[in-house]
Structures are given as structure tokens and as C-alpha cells.
């Protein structure tokens, strides 16, 4: 296999919304690159829709503390607080300096950025909806994508497309770089880099139905988790309510944020009897069990009672063409369905990850659950926590968070760098990934031990045990499936031998990310005896701040999964009771 | 159902040119072209190499030309086009394994046009202001994903490949009709040039072949009488 060299200052993986944002604060004070195994416009902050919330207060009275408030209760109390105060104080100032950057925001009459209403956001501490998201149409995650994009392109920014980074290189606790491949010539390639940033998103394809790309495999969290490191909260899996039904394509908050509502088989509104004071647009992990609940109670529509209704034809065909044009498109396209005239089939979808690599606030990545910092990790975006969503991320939040947490990477990149010497790797620092590479290279093929068969069961069985509602039953039976697959992992084989776009091979390692993200949830799952946010259990269905008010921190150990607790840090708000 | 697939396979390892495979799959109507791809690699010849990402039209990877136009994968169901279903990589760029062509002579005619809002004036420290009319002007060219289904369906640039292409004068109209943007006079003066949108001879593939319903003919009309009064 061929080996290239190559010596940078810092190196950012990942050039979704979180690694462009880093790359546009480190890239004027050091010799920079960012890795990414899509092209950046192809990322999948592209696909969030919405919109980015800040107290910019452009219809109505709003002030940070609000956001702060909505935030710390969105989260069912595990955020910490100080973390989300940074937070919702920086809205204010990203979202200026995204329009300074071009970002063609919606307007108001007035020539201000529009903002409109999404799911718990509230003004004076859960009065009423506020309007506080900040959107451009209903494509806004493209916009920041784009805008940053072309940011990067004006100050010459160094991208490494189309490589993908498989291993990173620690020394006696200190970063020396990362390793990656070269998807078109199958070329390994050395990076010397003292600061590293992992920016590569979420992990939602560890479910069948997800609203994530099929390239959100958890490789940031995944090669660290490899390393030692641990990571937190990885019990919160958000499922977003409405995902087009079976399809699990996304269809935005934004849609009840302008009026839609959410109905049964028989056309009730039912998150009235859920969510009195704020029903439709109440916090995600709410409506998804409300349709969890109508579903199993039998009030779910079609042949199979499996899905409910998202009404939009009361809106208004001007509204929908103006306000939600993408995500009707994407009904029209893929279910052949007029929004205007008939509701929309739908079902909760895997969408967020609100646990990742633990960090602190400046995006320093911790190796425990003391705080002790790795130096010159970094990691900000989806795949880090912060943590700033607790155990349920507002819609909204998390566009925010990879501009803030991203710029704070990338200053924090800035500041190691000057303070350090450059590091070297020897030219055989590859050589572990090389070996792994050749090994599934010269297994002879066989269809059991494929990749897609032991991804689709995984996708099945994490679908069916660990979604939305689970139990200490459905959860150790996981485990077992999960080492099942893992035994069956380890003669993984592929039939594509050859170096140029060999993607099977990729698909082969980013497996094993898959099946990290699986054992992690699984087990920080059966460990919370509590139900808290997204994570519901049917036998502890209390949330139980006594024993529970914390995060966790799944460490690798062996093949199985040793798991560590750090006190959630407060703030301004006790934990009270969540109700909307 | 059973539908036929022919894709144009090139492995650059093995095959001195690109040659034809026929696959027989079992499909429902519902489901995406990219599905099929989908099938075949996963179920079949895990060497076919074909980008994708979103899997919904968001992204732009999977452009690719089936039954002669060209369309992203994730975007077009079975029930929508006739059988067999020819897939083969978009025209125009080098190709590098199957469907997956190199991007980066398109990438570069993009940056050329300067893809950056250029404003040398103080902002602020609040948004710079800009009425919902002024916002409308270059609403539909900012949904482009650069997925290249334009340029690669334009005869002209088939023929003079140095040609910015459809998809950078649709970049270049985002900036040039933004109310914030200082900078039309210089992106302008680049799309004067023999490779710029004079070459455009308005046939109307890269409108039909967006699969953001962008207006791209009408952009690059626009672009051209805008350069007309610069002088
Ligand atoms: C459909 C949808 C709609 C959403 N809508 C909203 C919304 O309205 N508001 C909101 O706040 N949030 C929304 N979200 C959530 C939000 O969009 C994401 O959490 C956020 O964009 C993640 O950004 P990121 O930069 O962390 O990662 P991504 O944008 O996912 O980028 C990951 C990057 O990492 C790279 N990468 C990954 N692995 C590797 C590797 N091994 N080597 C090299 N590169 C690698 C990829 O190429 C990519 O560039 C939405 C999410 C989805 C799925
Ligand atoms: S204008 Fe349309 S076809 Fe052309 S690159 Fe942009 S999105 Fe693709
Ligand atoms: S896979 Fe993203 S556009 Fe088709």
C-alpha cells in the first residue's frame, strides 16, 4: 500500500457545519487542513431544515435567559447549565455574523431575519411559544453549509476531500495526528497534526428508520472509543416525530412551528390530552411517545395501525409554498402526496444523538469522567457532548451548537498550537490500519459474514429493542445480539479487492463504528434506571434525580462496556417536574 | 416486481474500457433508483462504486444519467421511469470506477466565480437589513446543491470543457443579485470572458436537469444582460 506524508499544524475531521466553523477560526494562525470523506457541500448539516435558534427578539420580546431556561428544561434537567448559558449568550452573535458571512436568511417586512416558533421554546419561562427560530425557508442547515463553505473557499482553506480518517495517533496521552485513506486511489495517508478536531456528526444509522445520511456512522466517537476513550450519555438517542412513514425522511418541527398538527386514525388532535398548554409543539421526546402511545393503544392509521397524521391543509397553500417548500417537495416526490390537500403519513424517525465525545466547553476532549483533558483533541458539532441537550436537544439547538462549540474548537486549536512544538510521526505510523486493511483484503468473500447482512440486522434488532420505549428485557436481549453480531464482526468480509473506490471496504469499517454506537447505547441504557428525556423505560418510567441526576461515561473494556458517572453541573434552574 | 437494470460498469484495475452489466432485480415501484444501486452492491457485487449520502435530494452526490437524463439516484422512483432502467456516470468528466466521475474541474469553474458574499463595508453589529423583495431576487439560485446534473447535461461544455458551465453562473447569480454584495462588477467581468455565459446557447438541458427546480437557463439569461451594462 502506498503511504503519503503529510505535516500540518492542526487537522480537522469532518467539514459539516461544526468543522467548517472550527476551520474559519483556526485557519488564519496555522498550517490547517480539513479531512472530510464527503465533499463538504454534500455534509449532512445540508439536510437540517428549520432552523437555528437566538434570542434575536425580532418579533417579539425574547432575551437569552429564556433560551437558557427552555434549554435546561428541554434537556429534563441533565444539560449543564453553565455550557448551555455560553450557549444561548452566543446565539445572538453567530447568527449576526452568519448574515455578515452572507447567509441569505428569511426576512421580515422590516428587512430583519425572520424567526418562527418550534417545539419548547417559550417566552418568559413556558408563557407561551416564542418565536425564536432564525430560518431561511425551510432549507436553513443548507444555508449555514453553504455559507460556511463559501467562507472556507474565500480565505483558501486546505480540503482534503473525499479522504477518510481511520485511525488517530496518540503518544504517551498526546495527539501526533490521524491516518486516513484516500477513497479514489485507495492511497493511506499520514497526517502530523498536534490538534486534532473530530467533527463528523451523528450516528443515526445504527436504526433502520433514521432521517440520517447513510455516511452518519459515528467514526469520530468510534475511533476514539477504539483508543480509551469514553463516551457520555450515549443513552439519549433522540427520535424525532415525524419522519415520513417507513421512508424516516425528516419532516421539520417547522411544520407544526407554522400550524400543523398532529392527528390520530380518528382525526383527534391528540397531543392536546399530552401537552394542554403547548400540544403540537411540545419538546420531541414528548410527541414521540404520544405517537408511540397512540400507536400501541390502537389509534394508529392504515392497515396496520402504525403511523399517525401531520395536517397541514389548513395552512394554506401560500404558507407552504413560502414557508415549508423542501419538505412538501419531499412528500410530492417520495409518497406521491399533496400536503395541501391530504396529511401526511408519519412515524418517529432516528435523528440526534444528544450523547458523543465528551468535551468541555471549549471543545477539549476528556478521557474520564473527572474531567482530566486529552491534549489536542478537540471534537464539537454532533459528535461531541458538551453537554448542552442533555437527555433531549430542542429542535433548533443543535445548528447552534455546531457554530458556537465550532468556533470554540477551533480557538481552542489556535491556542495549543501556539503554546506547542510541532509533532512527528515515523513513516510506519500506519502500519496498524495498513494490517487491518489487508486482513479484510484477503479473507475470501462470503455472503454471511457480508457487511450488509450484519448492519441490516443490527439496524433491525437496535429498531425493535432499543428505540423509543425499552425495558431491562428487550435491553439485555440486545445485548446478546450485539455480541452475536460482534463474534460474526470479526470474520467480516467484502468482494471488492481493488484500491479505486473501494467503498465496500469503507462501509466494512464504519461497521465497527456502528456496532461501538450500538454497545454504548445499549448498555448506558440497562444501566439507567430511570426514564429521563428521550430514554423511557416502561419498568422505571420515573425520572429519579437522586440516584440519577448524572452523566454516564461508557468505556470501552474488552468486548464489553464499562460504564462511569460525573454529576450533571447546575445552575440558575433546580430540576422541577417537566410539564408543558 | 421484477425490473432489469443495465448500469455501465468501468473498473480503471481491470477494464481497458466501459462495458454493460444487466441485473434482474426484485423491486417495488416505490422504491429509488438509488435502492436498486443499493441492492446490487450490497447483494450482488459489492464492487459497484456510486456516491450517495442524504438519500433524499438534499446533498447532490448521486446525480447520474438514466435513461438518457440526468437525474439524482435518490430522487426518482421505479414506477417513474421505463424498464430496463439504463444507468450510466454523467457525461463530460473523466470517469473514475462505474458512476463516480471526478469532480474537480467542475469544483474549480465554481470557485472561479468568486462563490463568496464580498461586502468590504462596516456591517454592524446587528444583521445588515435587507427587505423580503430584495431577499426574493436571488431566492431560487440559493438552493443549489452542486450536484453537476446541470453541466453535465449542456452540450456545450461536452464540446469545450473550459467552459464555467451552468452550475458556477448559477453560483455567480446568488452573489451578483444579493442586495449585501459589492462585487458584481468583478464576477461579472470573469463571466465576459470566451468561457463565460456568453457560450451558453440556451438549450435548456441544465433547466430540466435540476433536481432543485432551479431555473437555470432564466439565471444565466439574467446573468448575461447584467454583464451588458457593465462596462
Ligand atoms: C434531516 C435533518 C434536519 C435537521 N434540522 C435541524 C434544524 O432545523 N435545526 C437544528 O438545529 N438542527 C437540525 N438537525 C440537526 C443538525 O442538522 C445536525 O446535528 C448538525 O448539522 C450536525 O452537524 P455536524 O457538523 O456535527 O456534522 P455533519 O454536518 O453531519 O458533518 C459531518 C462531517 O464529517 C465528515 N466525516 C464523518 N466521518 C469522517 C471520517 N471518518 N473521515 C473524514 N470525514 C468524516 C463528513 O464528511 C462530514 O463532512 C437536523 C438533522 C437532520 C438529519
Ligand atoms: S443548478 Fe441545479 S443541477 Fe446545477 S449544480 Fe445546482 S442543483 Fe445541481
Ligand atoms: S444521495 Fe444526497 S442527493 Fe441523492
Same mark, same amino acid.
Given at each position: 500500500m502506498k503511504v503519503i506524508k503529510h505535516s500540518f499544524d492542526g487537522v480537522i475531521v469532518g467539514a459539516g457545519g461544526a468543522g467548517l466553523r472550527a476551520a474559519i477560526e483556526a485557519a488564519p494562525h496555522m498550517k490547517l487542513a480539513v479531512i472530510t470523506k464527503l465533499y463538504p457541500t454534500r455534509s449532512h448539516t445540508g439536510a437540517a431544515q428549520g432552523g437555528m435558534s437566538a434570542a434575536l427578539a425580532n418579533v417579539e420580546e425574547d432575551n437569552w435567559n429564556w433560551h437558557a431556561f427552555d434549554t435546561v428544561k428541554g434537556s429534563d434537567y441533565l444539560a449543564d447549565q453553565p455550557a448551555v448559558d455560553i450557549l444561548c449568550k452566543e446565539a445572538i452573535d453567530s447568527v449576526v455574523e452568519l448574515e455578515h458571512w452572507g447567509l441569505p436568511f428569511s426576512r421580515l417586512e422590516n428587512g430583519k431575519i425572520a424567526q418562527r416558533r418550534f417545539g419548547g421554546h417559550t417566552v418568559k419561562e413556558g408563557e407561551a411559544p416564542a418565536f425564536r427560530a432564525c430560518y431561511a425557508a425551510d432549507r436553513t442547515g443548507h444555508m449555514i453549509l453553504q455559507t460556511l463553505y463559501q467562507k472556507c473557499v474565500s480565505m483558501g482553506v486546505t480540503f482534503f476531500d473525499e479522504f477518510q480518517v481511520l485511525d488517530i495517533k496518540i503518544d504517551d496521552g498526546v495527539c501526533k495526528g490521524v491516518i486516513a485513506y484516500e477513497v479514489a486511489t485507495g492511497d493511506i495517508h499520514i497526517f502530523e497534526a498536534r490538534a486534532v478536531t473530530f467533527a463528523t456528526g451523528g450516528f443515526g444509522k445504527i436504526y433502520k428508520v433514521s432521517s440520517n445520511a447513510h455516511s452518519l456512522t459515528g467514526d469520530g466517537p468510534g475511533i476514539l472509543y477504539q483508543k480509551g476513550i469514553p463516551l457520555e450519555d450515549m443513552e439519549f438517542y433522540q427520535f424525532h416525530p415525524t419522519g415520513i412513514y417507513r421512508l424516516g425522511i425528516l419532516l421539520s418541527e417547522a411544520a407544526r412551528g407554522e400550524g400543523g398538527i398532529l392527528r390520530n386514525k380518528d382525526g383527534e388532535r391528540f397531543m392536546e390530552r399530552y401537552a394542554p398548554s403547548i400540544k403540537d409543539l411540545a419538546p420531541r421526546d414528548m410527541v414521540s411517545r404520544a405517537i408511540a402511545t397512540e400507536i400501541s393503544e390502537g389509534?394508529?392509521?392504515?392497515p396496520n395501525n402504525d403511523f399517525v397524521y401531520l395536517d397541514l391543509t389548513h395552512l394554506g397553500a401560500e404558507t407552504i409554498k413560502q414557508k415549508l417548500p423542501d419538505i412538501t417537495d419531499f412528500v410530492r416526490t417520495y409518497v406521491k402526496i399533496e400536503p395541501i390537500n391530504d396529511p401526511i403519513p408519519v412515524q418517529p424517525t432516528a435523528h440526534y444523538a444528544m450523547g458523543g465525545i465528551p468535551t468541555d466547553v471549549n471543545a477539549k476532549v476528556l478521557s474520564d469522567e473527572t474531567g482530566t483533558v486529552l491534549p489536542g483533541v478537540y471534537s464539537a458539532g454532533e459528535s461531541a457532548c458538551v453537554s448542552v441537550h442533555g437527555a433531549n436537544r430542542l429542535g433548533t439547538n443543535s445548528l447552534l451548537d455546531i457554530v458556537v462549540f465550532g468556533k470554540r474548537a477551533g480557538q481552542s486549536m489556535v491556542d495549543y498550537v501556539s503554546s506547542t512544538k510541532p509533532m512527528t510521526l515515523s513513516d510506519n505510523a500506519a502500519e496498524d490500519l495498513t494490517n487491518k486493511i489487508e486482513n479484510l483484503m484477503e479473507k475470501d468473500h462470503s455472503l454471511e459474514f457480508s457487511v450488509p447482512r450484519i448492519r441490516e440486522e443490527l439496524q433491525d434488532t437496535m429498531e425493535e429493542n432499543a428505540k423509543i420505549f425499552r425495558t431491562e428485557e428487550s435491553l439485555e436481549k440486545q445485548t446478546e445480539i450485539l455480541s452475536d453480531l460482534r463474534d460474526r464482526y470479526q470474520n467480516v468480509t467484502i468482494s471488492d479487492k481493488g484500491k479505486v473506490f473501494n467503498t465496500e471496504l469503507l462501509e466494512a469499517i464504519e461497521l465497527e463504528y456502528l456496532l461501538d454506537m450500538s454497545d454504548t447505547t445499549v448498555a448506558s441504557a440497562l444501566h439507567r434506571k430511570e426514564s429521563r428525556g428521550a430514554h423511557s423505560r416502561v419498568d422505571h418510567v420515573e425520572r429519579d434525580d437522586k440516584n440519577w441526576l448524572k452523566h454516564s461515561f461508557a468505556f470501552k473494556n474488552g468486548d464489553s462496556v464499562k460504564l462511569e458517572y460525573k454529576d450533571v453541573e447546575l445552575g440558575n434552574y433546580e430540576p422541577k417536574e417537566r410539564k408543558y | 416486481m421484477d425490473v432489469k437494470v443495465n448500469i455501465l460498469r468501468y473498473n480503471p484495475e481491470t477494464d481497458r474500457k466501459g462495458h454493460w452489466e444487466e441485473y434482474i432485480l426484485e423491486a417495488d415501484p416505490d422504491e429509488r433508483i438509488l435502492d436498486l444501486l443499493h441492492k446490487v452492491k450490497w447483494f450482488d457485487d459489492g464492487s459497484l462504486a456510486f456516491r450517495r449520502s442524504c438519500a433524499h435530494g438534499v446533498c447532490g452526490s448521486d446525480a447520474m444519467v438514466v435513461n438518457g437524463e440526468n437525474m439524482l439516484a435518490c430522487q426518482v422512483l421505479v414506477k417513474e421511469v421505463s424498464t430496463p432502467i439504463k444507468i450510466e456516470p454523467i457525461r463530460g468528466l473523466p470517469v473514475i470506477k462505474d458512476l463516480v466521475v471526478n469532480m474537480d474541474s467542475f469544483f474549480d469553474s465554481y470557485k472561479k466565480v468568486m462563490p463568496y458574499l464580498i461586502n468590504? $463595508? &462596516?456591517? $454592524? &453589529?446587528r444583521e445588515r437589513l435587507q427587505s423580503p423583495e430584495d431577499r426574493d431576487r436571488f431566492e431560487d439560485t440559493t438552493k443549489c446543491i452542486l450536484c453537476a446534473a446541470c453541466t453535465t447535461s449542456c452540450p456545450v461544455f461536452w464540446t469545450a470543457d473550459t467552459y464555467v458551465g451552468p452550475a458556477a453562473i448559477v453560483n455567480a447569480h446568488r452573489f451578483v443579485f444579493d442586495s449585501r454584495d459589492n462585487a458584481s462588477k468583478q464576477r461579472l467581468e470573469i463571466l465576459k470572458d470566451v468561457d463565460g455565459a456568453f457560450r451558453c446557447r440556451t438549450a435548456f438541458n441544465c433547466t430540466s436537469a435540476c433536481p432543485r427546480g432551479i431555473q437555470v437557463t432564466k439565471a444565466i439569461e439574467d446573468v448575461k444582460r447584467e454583464t451588458l451594462t457593465i462596462n
Amino acid at each position: 500500500m502506498k503511504v503519503i506524508k503529510h505535516s500540518f499544524d492542526g487537522v480537522i475531521v469532518g467539514a459539516g457545519g461544526a468543522g467548517l466553523r472550527a476551520a474559519i477560526e483556526a485557519a488564519p494562525h496555522m498550517k490547517l487542513a480539513v479531512i472530510t470523506k464527503l465533499y463538504p457541500t454534500r455534509s449532512h448539516t445540508g439536510a437540517a431544515q428549520g432552523g437555528m435558534s437566538a434570542a434575536l427578539a425580532n418579533v417579539e420580546e425574547d432575551n437569552w435567559n429564556w433560551h437558557a431556561f427552555d434549554t435546561v428544561k428541554g434537556s429534563d434537567y441533565l444539560a449543564d447549565q453553565p455550557a448551555v448559558d455560553i450557549l444561548c449568550k452566543e446565539a445572538i452573535d453567530s447568527v449576526v455574523e452568519l448574515e455578515h458571512w452572507g447567509l441569505p436568511f428569511s426576512r421580515l417586512e422590516n428587512g430583519k431575519i425572520a424567526q418562527r416558533r418550534f417545539g419548547g421554546h417559550t417566552v418568559k419561562e413556558g408563557e407561551a411559544p416564542a418565536f425564536r427560530a432564525c430560518y431561511a425557508a425551510d432549507r436553513t442547515g443548507h444555508m449555514i453549509l453553504q455559507t460556511l463553505y463559501q467562507k472556507c473557499v474565500s480565505m483558501g482553506v486546505t480540503f482534503f476531500d473525499e479522504f477518510q480518517v481511520l485511525d488517530i495517533k496518540i503518544d504517551d496521552g498526546v495527539c501526533k495526528g490521524v491516518i486516513a485513506y484516500e477513497v479514489a486511489t485507495g492511497d493511506i495517508h499520514i497526517f502530523e497534526a498536534r490538534a486534532v478536531t473530530f467533527a463528523t456528526g451523528g450516528f443515526g444509522k445504527i436504526y433502520k428508520v433514521s432521517s440520517n445520511a447513510h455516511s452518519l456512522t459515528g467514526d469520530g466517537p468510534g475511533i476514539l472509543y477504539q483508543k480509551g476513550i469514553p463516551l457520555e450519555d450515549m443513552e439519549f438517542y433522540q427520535f424525532h416525530p415525524t419522519g415520513i412513514y417507513r421512508l424516516g425522511i425528516l419532516l421539520s418541527e417547522a411544520a407544526r412551528g407554522e400550524g400543523g398538527i398532529l392527528r390520530n386514525k380518528d382525526g383527534e388532535r391528540f397531543m392536546e390530552r399530552y401537552a394542554p398548554s403547548i400540544k403540537d409543539l411540545a419538546p420531541r421526546d414528548m410527541v414521540s411517545r404520544a405517537i408511540a402511545t397512540e400507536i400501541s393503544e390502537g389509534n394508529g392509521a392504515g392497515p396496520n395501525n402504525d403511523f399517525v397524521y401531520l395536517d397541514l391543509t389548513h395552512l394554506g397553500a401560500e404558507t407552504i409554498k413560502q414557508k415549508l417548500p423542501d419538505i412538501t417537495d419531499f412528500v410530492r416526490t417520495y409518497v406521491k402526496i399533496e400536503p395541501i390537500n391530504d396529511p401526511i403519513p408519519v412515524q418517529p424517525t432516528a435523528h440526534y444523538a444528544m450523547g458523543g465525545i465528551p468535551t468541555d466547553v471549549n471543545a477539549k476532549v476528556l478521557s474520564d469522567e473527572t474531567g482530566t483533558v486529552l491534549p489536542g483533541v478537540y471534537s464539537a458539532g454532533e459528535s461531541a457532548c458538551v453537554s448542552v441537550h442533555g437527555a433531549n436537544r430542542l429542535g433548533t439547538n443543535s445548528l447552534l451548537d455546531i457554530v458556537v462549540f465550532g468556533k470554540r474548537a477551533g480557538q481552542s486549536m489556535v491556542d495549543y498550537v501556539s503554546s506547542t512544538k510541532p509533532m512527528t510521526l515515523s513513516d510506519n505510523a500506519a502500519e496498524d490500519l495498513t494490517n487491518k486493511i489487508e486482513n479484510l483484503m484477503e479473507k475470501d468473500h462470503s455472503l454471511e459474514f457480508s457487511v450488509p447482512r450484519i448492519r441490516e440486522e443490527l439496524q433491525d434488532t437496535m429498531e425493535e429493542n432499543a428505540k423509543i420505549f425499552r425495558t431491562e428485557e428487550s435491553l439485555e436481549k440486545q445485548t446478546e445480539i450485539l455480541s452475536d453480531l460482534r463474534d460474526r464482526y470479526q470474520n467480516v468480509t467484502i468482494s471488492d479487492k481493488g484500491k479505486v473506490f473501494n467503498t465496500e471496504l469503507l462501509e466494512a469499517i464504519e461497521l465497527e463504528y456502528l456496532l461501538d454506537m450500538s454497545d454504548t447505547t445499549v448498555a448506558s441504557a440497562l444501566h439507567r434506571k430511570e426514564s429521563r428525556g428521550a430514554h423511557s423505560r416502561v419498568d422505571h418510567v420515573e425520572r429519579d434525580d437522586k440516584n440519577w441526576l448524572k452523566h454516564s461515561f461508557a468505556f470501552k473494556n474488552g468486548d464489553s462496556v464499562k460504564l462511569e458517572y460525573k454529576d450533571v453541573e447546575l445552575g440558575n434552574y433546580e430540576p422541577k417536574e417537566r410539564k408543558y | 416486481m421484477d425490473v432489469k437494470v443495465n448500469i455501465l460498469r468501468y473498473n480503471p484495475e481491470t477494464d481497458r474500457k466501459g462495458h454493460w452489466e444487466e441485473y434482474i432485480l426484485e423491486a417495488d415501484p416505490d422504491e429509488r433508483i438509488l435502492d436498486l444501486l443499493h441492492k446490487v452492491k450490497w447483494f450482488d457485487d459489492g464492487s459497484l462504486a456510486f456516491r450517495r449520502s442524504c438519500a433524499h435530494g438534499v446533498c447532490g452526490s448521486d446525480a447520474m444519467v438514466v435513461n438518457g437524463e440526468n437525474m439524482l439516484a435518490c430522487q426518482v422512483l421505479v414506477k417513474e421511469v421505463s424498464t430496463p432502467i439504463k444507468i450510466e456516470p454523467i457525461r463530460g468528466l473523466p470517469v473514475i470506477k462505474d458512476l463516480v466521475v471526478n469532480m474537480d474541474s467542475f469544483f474549480d469553474s465554481y470557485k472561479k466565480v468568486m462563490p463568496y458574499l464580498i461586502n468590504d $463595508g &462596516e456591517p $454592524g &453589529e446587528r444583521e445588515r437589513l435587507q427587505s423580503p423583495e430584495d431577499r426574493d431576487r436571488f431566492e431560487d439560485t440559493t438552493k443549489c446543491i452542486l450536484c453537476a446534473a446541470c453541466t453535465t447535461s449542456c452540450p456545450v461544455f461536452w464540446t469545450a470543457d473550459t467552459y464555467v458551465g451552468p452550475a458556477a453562473i448559477v453560483n455567480a447569480h446568488r452573489f451578483v443579485f444579493d442586495s449585501r454584495d459589492n462585487a458584481s462588477k468583478q464576477r461579472l467581468e470573469i463571466l465576459k470572458d470566451v468561457d463565460g455565459a456568453f457560450r451558453c446557447r440556451t438549450a435548456f438541458n441544465c433547466t430540466s436537469a435540476c433536481p432543485r427546480g432551479i431555473q437555470v437557463t432564466k439565471a444565466i439569461e439574467d446573468v448575461k444582460r447584467e454583464t451588458l451594462t457593465i462596462n
